[in-house]
Nanobody, 117 residues
Framework: QVQLVESGGGLVQSGGSLRLSCVAS????????MNWYRQAPGNRREQREL???????????EYADSVKGRFTISRDNAKNTVYLQMNSLKPEDTAVYYC???????WGQGTQVTVSS
């Protein structure tokens, strides 16, 4: 059974940092490009925004323009885990953050990130 479990969200002041984790089970993350998405308050699931993406071995990464230079995606295939380090957080980063195996319909329950001004 495939499962993705995100954690690490919380309430933080503007300028603060959080590190999100996504632990996978039921499949090997090493076989997938992995993504972090976010869904802002009031948005529908179809409006989830791709925040970051990482290649199989972590050599290549991509970021949304809105988070470049502030967020870093990484992976530990031995731990079957993907991370998102978020620095210099802004109120507009407030959202539920989800990890996803690329081109799959596998999603976790998400973790809430709230940034206060």
């Amino acid at each position: 059974q495939v499962q993705l479990v995100e954690s690490g969200g919380g309430l933080v002041q503007s300028g603060g940092s959080l590190r999100l984790s996504c632990v996978a089970s039921g499949f090997r993350v090493s076989s997938y490009i992995m993504n972090w998405y976010r869904q802002a308050p009031g948005n529908r699931r179809e409006q989830r925004e791709l925040v970051a993406r990482i290649s199989y071995e972590g050599i290549s990464t991509e970021y949304a323009d809105s988070v470049k230079g502030r967020f870093t995606i990484s992976r530990d295939n031995a731990k079957n885990t993907v991370y998102l380090q978020m620095n210099s957080l802004k109120p507009e980063d407030t959202a539920v953050y989800y990890c996803n195996a690329h081109q799959s319909d596998w999603w976790g329950q998400g973790t809430q990130v709230t940034v206060s001004s």
